[in-house]
Nanobody, 124 residues
Framework: QVHLVESGGGLVQTGGSLRLSCAAS????????IGWFRQAPGKERESIAT????????VYADSVKGRFTISRDNAKNTAYLQMNSLKPEDTAVYYC?????????????????WGQGTQVTVSA
C-alpha cells in the first residue's frame, strides 16, 4: 500500500522559514516525479513546485519562485520543500503528490498518489 506522509508544517511569523518533508513508502520512489501543492480556504488546489525523478529538474510557480526550493533524496524516499520569506498569503494546507508519468514534471501534473496534507499558517 502506498503512503505519502507530509510533515513539518506549523505556525510561523511573516518572513520566517519552514521545511516540509514528504516521506514515501510502498512505491519505487525514484520512478515518480514529485509535486508540492497547496490549498487555501475557499481556493482551488494550486501546484507550486515539481521535481523530476532524478532531482535534476525543478519547476516553480511564480508565486513561490525565489522563496521556495524543492528537493528530493531518493535514497531516503523523501522529498522536501524549503520555504523561506514566508508571507501570510502562503497560509494553506500543503500536499505532496507523486506524478503519474515518470517523464512529466510540469506544474499541475496528474497525480497518482496524494499525501494527507500539513497545515502551514503564516501570521502577519
Amino acid at each position: 500500500q502506498v503512503h505519502l506522509v507530509e510533515s513539518g508544517g506549523g505556525l510561523v511569523q511573516t518572513g520566517g522559514s519552514l521545511r516540509l518533508s514528504c516521506a514515501a513508502s510502498g512505491l519505487t520512489f525514484s520512478r515518480y516525479p514529485i509535486g508540492w501543492f497547496r490549498q487555501a480556504p475557499g481556493k482551488e488546489r494550486e501546484s507550486i513546485a515539481t521535481i523530476s525523478t532524478s532531482g535534476f529538474n525543478t519547476v516553480y510557480a511564480d508565486s513561490v519562485k525565489g522563496r521556495f526550493t524543492i528537493s528530493r533524496d531518493n535514497a531516503k524516499n523523501t522529498a522536501y520543500l524549503q520555504m523561506n520569506s514566508l508571507k501570510p498569503e502562503d497560509t494553506a494546507v500543503y500536499y505532496c503528490g507523486a506524478g503519474e508519468n515518470p517523464r512529466l514534471y510540469y506544474l499541475g501534473f496528474d497525480v497518482d498518489y496524494w499525501g494527507q496534507g500539513t497545515q502551514v499558517t503564516v501570521s502577519a
